[in-house]
C-alpha cells in the first residue's frame, strides 16, 4: 500500500512509464511490443538493403522513372 509521503504531486506515485505501461498491458503484451519492435528494427534494416540493390540495379539499367 502507498503512503501519501510516496505519492508525488502530479500522481504519478512510484512507477515510472515502464511501470505504468506493464500494469496497463499485462507481461504478454509488454513481450508482444518487445517482440514487434524487435522484428521491426531487424527487417527494416533488410529491406533497406533490398531498396539500395533495386536503386543500383535502376541506375546500371538505366531506368527512368514517371
Same mark, same amino acid.
Given at each position: 500500500?502507498?503512503?501519501?509521503?510516496?505519492?508525488?504531486?502530479? @500522481?504519478?506515485?512510484?512507477?515510472?512509464? +515502464? @511501470?505504468? =505501461? =506493464? @500494469?496497463?498491458?499485462?507481461?504478454?503484451?509488454?513481450?508482444?511490443?518487445? =517482440?514487434? +519492435? +524487435? #522484428?521491426?528494427? +531487424?527487417? @527494416?534494416?533488410?529491406?533497406?538493403?533490398? %531498396?539500395? #540493390? #533495386?536503386?543500383? %540495379?535502376?541506375?546500371? =539499367?538505366?531506368?527512368?522513372?514517371?
Amino acid at each position: 500500500m502507498l503512503n501519501r509521503a510516496e505519492i508525488r504531486p502530479n @500522481g504519478d506515485g512510484p512507477l515510472n512509464g +515502464w @511501470g505504468r =505501461l =506493464l @500494469g496497463m498491458v499485462g507481461v504478454p503484451g509488454v513481450i508482444s511490443l518487445y =517482440l514487434v +519492435w +524487435w #522484428l521491426t528494427s +531487424w527487417m @527494416g534494416a533488410k529491406v533497406d538493403r533490398i %531498396i539500395q #540493390l #533495386l536503386e543500383q %540495379i535502376a541506375r546500371e =539499367l538505366r531506368v527512368t522513372g514517371l
